[in-house]
């Protein structure tokens, strides 16, 4: 039997929290071995003609090394406000001289179904909300700073930094991606309707900076450039890896079937919700609100235990037999899915057709024969 390849993280400032973006993944990005495929060039950092990318990332690391220590004397002080010198003389700095978020600025709060988010700062046209908390506030410790007031009762209701991150996140329409940081750790959160379980790429930067820990701090910057987050509700390398290529092959090429079943529920959990209704399993659009809150629990598991597929393949069978009262077309594709692609998606890769190949009997295979039939297809579709 071949033995399973196991990718450890060689990063020790770096922590990946509820399997936003795999381990092999997160090396390739942060080693720049396919920069063109992976939109890592010079050009794609926004890095002046003639210059390279690691030369930039050197001088980049000089300068936070320097925001560091000039932070380190101040955060000893007991005479100064410790959130305004942790955003002033850090955060600030650090993004716009190291990340490269030039355009960063104080931004009003998100405003959400009767519910404000008081953010604090945004970038990159206000798509990217940034969460600045003080040295001395751990970001999973609620506070009232980061609360909500209740405005029946005026009561306030106590949030952690991350918290008030993620559920702002989760409220922009414009934006995707958000960071939320207290000096001393980093935290990249993405949209993420469900909250079950967090979902984020942790920096320890305390470790980073004070150790001097050059390749972690080349992940980081890998990671966290402001090109990485340019465009607005679009998933950057930052943390989708395969997903993003597999995505953008499905939107390029509805027909491929090379990923028909396991990449179409990564893309629910990669793409936002919207109110639209159908599930494209050809097309890897986003669903709608309920699909988005379940799927996203069965993609976080990538597919790869037995309550996972399970779950996957249960909700995939069921969107693929509900069909529109008016129209009679299926909810599976959108309207305007091309007759053929549905008809191969239905006809070679659906898990209706999956179930009718499981119903049939399967002959005795003799030992040492090659598995076939519907388990056999199943595995290949799963693979992607």
Same mark, same amino acid.
């Given at each position: 039997?071949?033995?399973?390849?196991?990718?450890?993280?060689?990063?020790?400032?770096?922590?990946? #929290?509820?399997?936003?973006?795999?381990?092999?993944?997160?090396?390739? &990005?942060?080693? $720049?071995?396919?920069? *063109?495929?992976?939109?890592?060039? #010079?050009?794609? =950092?926004?890095?002046?003609?003639?210059?390279?990318?690691?030369?930039?990332?050197?001088?980049?690391?000089?300068? %936070?090394?320097?925001?560091?220590?000039?932070?380190?004397?101040?955060?000893?002080?007991?005479?100064?406000?410790?959130?305004?010198?942790?955003?002033?003389?850090?955060? $600030?700095?650090?993004?716009?001289?190291?990340?490269?978020?030039?355009?960063?600025?104080?931004?009003?709060?998100?405003?959400?179904?009767?519910?404000? =988010?008081?953010?604090?700062?945004?970038?990159?046209?206000?798509?990217?909300?940034?969460?600045?908390?003080?040295?001395?506030?751990?970001?999973?410790?609620?506070?009232?700073?980061?609360?909500?007031?209740?405005?029946?009762?005026?009561?306030?209701?106590?949030?952690? /930094?991350? @918290?008030? %991150?993620?559920?702002?996140?989760?409220?922009?329409?414009?934006?995707?991606?958000?960071?939320?940081?207290?000096?001393?750790?980093?935290?990249?959160?993405?949209?993420?309707?469900?909250?079950?379980?967090? %979902? =984020?790429?942790?920096?320890?930067?305390?470790?980073?900076?004070?150790?001097? $820990?050059? +390749?972690?701090?080349?992940?980081?910057?890998?990671?966290?450039?402001?090109?990485?987050?340019?465009? /607005?509700?679009?998933?950057?390398?930052?943390?989708?890896?395969?997903?993003?290529?597999?995505?953008?092959?499905?939107? %390029? !090429?509805?027909? #491929? +079937?090379?990923?028909?079943?396991?990449?179409? @529920?990564?893309?629910?959990?990669? #793409? +936002?919700?919207?109110?639209?209704i159908p599930l494209t399993v050809s097309y890897g659009r986003p669903c709608n609100e309920w699909t988005g809150? @379940?799927?996203?629990?069965?993609?976080?598991? !990538?597919?790869?235990?037995?309550?996972?597929?399970?779950?996957? !393949?249960?909700? $995939?069978?069921?969107?693929?037999?509900?069909?529109?009262?008016?129209?009679?077309?299926?909810?599976?594709?959108?309207?305007? *899915?091309?007759?053929?692609?549905?008809?191969? =998606?239905? !006809?070679?890769?659906?898990?209706?057709?999956?179930?009718?190949? *499981?119903?049939?009997?399967? /002959? *005795?295979?003799?030992?040492?024969?090659?598995?076939?039939?519907?388990?056999?297809?199943?595995? &290949?579709?799963?693979?992607?």
């Amino acid at each position: 039997m071949a033995r399973k390849k196991i990718t450890t993280l060689a990063y020790r400032a770096i922590r990946i #929290e509820g399997g936003l973006i795999p381990a092999d993944e997160l090396a390739r &990005l942060t080693t $720049l071995a396919e920069p *063109a495929s992976t939109e890592q060039t #010079e050009a794609q =950092y926004r890095i002046s003609k003639g210059l390279k990318l690691r030369d930039e990332i050197g001088r980049d690391f000089k300068i %936070a090394l320097s925001l560091w220590n000039d932070f380190k004397a101040l955060r000893r002080r007991t005479d100064v406000n410790a959130h305004d010198v942790t955003v002033r003389e850090l955060l $600030l700095p650090l993004m716009r001289e190291v990340l490269h978020f030039s355009d960063i600025g104080r931004c009003a709060a998100i405003e959400k179904n009767d519910h404000s =988010y008081a953010i604090g700062h945004a970038a990159e046209s206000g798509c990217v909300p940034m969460l600045f908390a003080a040295h001395d506030q751990p970001l999973d410790t609620a506070a009232e700073r980061f609360g909500e007031t209740n405005p029946d009762t005026g009561k306030v209701r106590r949030r952690s /930094p991350y @918290m008030l %991150a993620q559920e702002a996140v989760n409220a922009s329409d414009a934006s995707l991606w958000a960071i939320v940081t207290n000096g001393l750790t980093l935290r990249i959160l993405r949209d993420n309707p469900s909250l079950t379980r967090p %979902a =984020y790429i942790e920096v320890d930067l305390e470790a980073l900076f004070t150790e001097e $820990l050059h +390749p972690d701090f080349t992940a980081f910057w890998l990671l966290a450039h402001a090109s990485r987050f340019s465009s /607005p509700r679009v998933s950057r390398p930052i943390a989708c890896g395969n997903a993003g290529e597999q995505r953008a092959k499905l939107r %390029a !090429s509805p027909c #491929e +079937p090379t990923c028909a079943f396991r990449w179409p @529920m990564l893309c629910v959990l990669l #793409e +936002p919700a919207s109110s639209r209704i159908p599930l494209t399993v050809s097309y890897g659009r986003p669903c709608n609100e309920w699909t988005g809150r @379940m799927v996203p629990w069965v993609a976080r598991h !990538s597919l790869k235990n037995c309550s996972a597929w399970s779950i996957g !393949s249960f909700f $995939l069978s069921t969107v693929e037999d509900r069909t529109d009262q008016t129209s009679g077309r299926r909810l599976i594709f959108t309207p305007d *899915a091309p007759p053929e692609v549905q008809q191969r =998606y239905l !006809s070679g890769y659906s898990m209706t057709w999956l179930r009718e190949r *499981a119903c049939a009997a399967q /002959p *005795a295979r003799p030992a040492r024969r090659p598995v076939a039939g519907a388990r056999h297809h199943l595995r &290949l579709i799963g693979k992607g």
